[in-house]
Nanobody, 124 residues
């Protein structure tokens, strides 16, 4: 059974940093592309970032470039999302997702498996 479990969320002040972690199990991790998406209150889910099975990264919006960094540790079956310079607009539930593609998909709707999500709140 595929499982994706997010951790590391919480409350942070504007300008602060958080690192989200995603623990994966139930599939051949190094053959899957892993991504992060988020759903802000009252908004559609949007793709944040992706790291392919070949360790190629993609950010689905310029808003994340330079502030967010995705990485993976195939030995530990983990994916991380380092988030810096957080803004009020980054408040959302963040989801880890996986798909058996070698490359990052063009958008987050192609991911097959999803975690339960974790809350990130940016507030003064």
């Amino acid at each position: 059974e595929v499982q994706l479990v997010e951790s590391g969320g919480g409350l942070v002040q504007p300008g602060g940093s958080l690192t989200l972690s995603c623990a994966a199990s139930g599939f051949t991790f190094d053959q899957y592309t892993i991504g992060w998406s988020r759903r802000a209150p009252g908004k559609e889910r949007e793709g944040v970032s992706c790291i392919s099975a070949g360790h190629i990264t993609r950010y689905y919006s310029r808003a994340f470039n330079g502030r967010f960094t995705i990485s993976r540790d195939n030995a530990e079956n983990m994916v991380y999302l380092q988030m810096n310079s957080l803004e009020l607009e980054d408040t959302a539930v963040y989801y880890c997702a996986a798909v058996d593609y070698y490359y990052c998909p063009s958008n987050a709707s192609y991911f097959s498996y999803w975690g339960q999500g974790i809350q990130v709140t940016v507030s003064p």
